[in-house]
């Protein structure tokens, strides 16, 4: 695991996808209900998913970031599969097995559906990032010293002493020397022993004051790791007994016992969470931005919905001997169309849906909701996102549509939904707030 910091906070990457995935700098919007909204972008373009996460905490950010990397590296092992099987002869039927389930769970978004799935785990977005503290904040160089000897949590624990140089043997520094020489200039015997005994004394010197300063560098980094290990461990604290508060907050709503700020930021907090705990097929990006309006108890969102070229998938395959390779049997435009349609119908009252399933608290009358279609401009990088499905209903109305049985586009209907066309054709509507 990598970890990578976001005002002082850490988050744990997935090693698989940690070279791969971009996380941006945290940024504060205020949202229109005054609340102070904090955000942070992800991205993996491999797979061409992207997520923009907002909190009105900003301490809950490195969970959620967390909880939707690991939702893509199981995305990402199961593309690694994928690409590898498609050129394998032996896989055809595999891979046929795969696009039949792909399709048929892309169909049955509404009908696989099930209440009792939707359980919401605060600590979901619990923060588990591992203490670790940088050679460069430790030492200032990038990497340990190899003197430094640290214990099973990393924490700098003692220093390799360098051996204290041994007294030079004078007998045989004196032997060198004839005898005629020591009697006759026993000066230069002595200057000789002098200059060894003097050379002795410097590196006894020497090595005493780098073993001091290993031993000063020792300390220095034990006081930097533990006031970092203290800060982080009580960050940690912190986020937990946010989320105690939170929690607790939401399951108190319904009695006012919170000031109107925490409420709302509580009740958009157990939204978010129930959008998180949702399970949509691969080919979903699921992006959304949500806003509780307290005065008509509504939930304001706007939803991600795919494009034609998001669900362009293959129907089957077969091997081709002529080719020696597997040849994939695409979806028609037809097919497709047909496709994209009931798919941004299914997400979009399957979302409603489960918010208001979810809704223990009873605080959710209403859902105003507001599907987007990304398209990809060939004069800009930038994607432009165009309303196509435009709803707003009260929770009863969508509690009692038959979702698993009827046509998608005709439940849209019945809560008096609004679009200018099919939403594959990507016609905007006019959103409602």
Same mark, same amino acid.
């Given at each position: 695991?990598?970890?990578?910091?976001?005002?002082?906070?850490?988050?744990?990457?997935?090693?698989?996808?940690?070279?791969?995935?971009?996380?941006?700098?945290?940024?504060? %919007?205020?949202?229109?209900? &005054?609340?102070?909204?904090?955000?942070?972008?992800?991205?993996?373009?491999?797979?061409?998913?992207?997520?923009?996460l907002r909190s009105g905490?900003?301490?809950?950010?490195?969970?959620?970031?967390?909880?939707?990397?690991?939702? $893509?590296?199981?995305?990402?092992?199961?593309?690694?599969?994928?690409?590898?099987?498609?050129?394998?002869?032996?896989?055809?039927?595999?891979?046929? %097995?795969?696009?039949?389930?792909?399709? *048929?769970?892309?169909?049955?978004?509404?009908?696989?559906?099930?209440?009792?799935?939707?359980?919401?785990? $605060?600590?979901?977005?619990?923060?588990?990032?591992?203490?670790?503290?940088?050679?460069?904040?430790?030492?200032?160089?990038?990497?340990?010293?190899?003197?430094?000897?640290?214990?099973?949590?990393?924490?700098?624990?003692?220093?390799?002493?360098?051996?204290?140089?041994?007294?030079?043997?004078?007998?045989?520094?004196?032997?060198?020397?004839?005898?005629?020489?020591?009697?006759?200039?026993?000066?230069?015997?002595?200057?000789?022993?002098?200059?060894?005994?003097?050379?002795?004394?410097?590196?006894?010197?020497?090595?005493?004051?780098?073993?001091?300063?290993?031993?000063?560098?020792?300390?220095?980094?034990?006081?930097?790791?533990?006031?970092?290990?203290?800060?982080?461990?009580?960050?940690?604290?912190?986020?937990?007994?946010?989320?105690?508060?939170?929690?607790?907050?939401?399951?108190?709503?319904?009695?006012?016992?919170?000031?109107?700020?925490?409420?709302?930021?509580?009740?958009?907090?157990?939204?978010?969470?129930?959008?998180?705990?949702?399970?949509?097929?691969?080919?979903? %990006?699921?992006? $959304?931005?949500?806003?509780?309006?307290?005065?008509?108890?509504?939930?304001?969102?706007?939803?991600?919905?795919?494009?034609?070229?998001?669900?362009?998938?293959?129907?089957? $395959?077969?091997?081709?001997?002529?080719?020696? *390779?597997?040849?994939?049997?695409?979806?028609?435009?037809?097919?497709?169309?047909?496709?994209?349609?009931?798919?941004?119908?299914?997400?979009?009252?399957?979302?409603?849906?489960?918010?208001?399933?979810?809704?223990?608290?009873?605080v959710l009358d209403s859902?105003?909701?507001?599907?987007?279609? &990304?398209?990809?401009?060939?004069?800009?990088?930038?994607?432009?996102?165009?309303?196509?499905?435009?709803?707003?209903?009260?929770?009863?109305?969508?509690?009692?549509?038959?979702?698993?049985?009827?046509?998608?586009?005709?439940?849209?209907?019945?809560?008096?939904?609004?679009?200018?066309?099919?939403?594959?054709?990507?016609?905007?509507?006019?959103?409602?707030?």
């Amino acid at each position: 695991m990598s970890d990578q910091s976001v005002h002082s906070y850490q988050f744990i990457v997935p090693d698989i996808i940690k070279d791969l995935v971009e996380v941006s700098d945290v940024f504060l %919007r205020d949202s229109a209900n &005054a609340l102070a909204s904090y955000g942070i972008n992800l991205s993996f373009r491999e797979l061409d998913l992207y997520r923009t996460l907002r909190s009105g905490e900003v301490s809950l950010l490195p969970g959620k970031v967390e909880a939707v990397l690991d939702l $893509w590296e199981k995305k990402y092992l199961r593309h690694l599969q994928y690409e590898a099987d498609r050129y394998r002869p032996a896989a055809v039927d595999r891979l046929n %097995r795969d696009a039949v389930k792909r399709l *048929e769970m892309l169909h049955g978004i509404l009908a696989g559906r099930n209440d009792a799935d939707l359980f919401v785990d $605060w600590e979901k977005i619990e923060r588990r990032g591992v203490f670790r503290v940088t050679p460069e904040a430790l030492y200032g160089i990038p990497a340990i010293p190899r003197y430094i000897v640290t214990d099973a949590d990393g924490r700098p624990a003692d220093v390799k002493r360098l051996d204290q140089a041994s007294r030079p043997d004078l007998e045989k520094i004196q032997s060198k020397f004839g005898a005629i020489t020591k009697m006759l200039q026993p000066g230069m015997v002595k200057a000789a022993v002098d200059q060894e005994l003097a050379h002795w004394n410097k590196k006894r010197s020497d090595i005493g004051v780098a073993n001091a300063e290993r031993r000063a560098t020792l300390r220095q980094a034990q006081d930097i790791y533990d006031a970092a290990k203290s800060m982080f461990e009580g960050a940690r604290e912190s986020n937990r007994a946010l989320l105690d508060r939170m929690r607790g907050n939401y399951e108190r709503v319904t009695f006012m016992e919170t000031a109107d700020a925490d409420r709302s930021i509580a009740i958009e907090e157990y939204c978010d969470l129930v959008m998180m705990s949702m399970v949509y097929p691969d080919e979903i %990006r699921c992006n $959304w931005l949500l806003r509780y309006v307290p005065e008509s108890r509504t939930l304001n969102l706007r939803l991600d919905l795919p494009s034609v070229s998001q669900l362009d998938l293959p129907k089957s $395959w077969t091997y081709s001997s002529k080719d020696a *390779e597997v040849v994939e049997d695409r979806l028609s435009e037809s097919e497709l169309a047909d496709l994209c349609d009931t798919v941004s119908y299914q997400i979009l009252l399957r979302t409603m849906y489960d918010l208001f399933a979810a809704d223990e608290a009873g605080v959710l009358d209403s859902i105003s909701c507001n599907g987007e279609v &990304a398209v990809q401009s060939s004069s800009s990088a930038e994607a432009t996102s165009y309303v196509v499905l435009s709803v707003s209903a009260d929770k009863q109305d969508v509690l009692t549509l038959d979702i698993a049985t009827e046509f998608p586009s005709q439940l849209f209907e019945q809560l008096g939904g609004i679009s200018a066309g099919a939403p594959h054709l990507v016609m905007p509507v006019e959103p409602i707030d």
